[in-house]
């Protein structure tokens, strides 16, 4: 579902939206996880805890050093 928002290489088509693409994967694992704990209160943060919450540590994992590694 990363892919309606972030785009399939991590870089947004919507500017209100971040990119993702080459950012720190450590970040954007723990970002996930904020999310999902609800650590973080932006106003995106419910959407975006109910997108991860389906998601173990693994997959969060493996998503992030995906974007990370994109260009």
Known sequence: SCVFCHGSTGKADNPS???LNGQNA???YQAMVD???GARTTPMA???AVQLSA???Q???DIAA???EQK
Request: net charge positive; glycine share 0%; no cysteine.
């Open 17 to 19: 939206y971040p990119n």
């Open 26 to 28: 450590k970040y954007l």
């Open 35 to 37: 999310y999902q704990q």
């Open 46 to 48: 419910q959407m975006m």
């Open 55 to 57: 998601l173990n540590q």
């Open 59 to 61: 997959d969060l994992k």
């Open 66 to 68: 995906y974007y990370a």
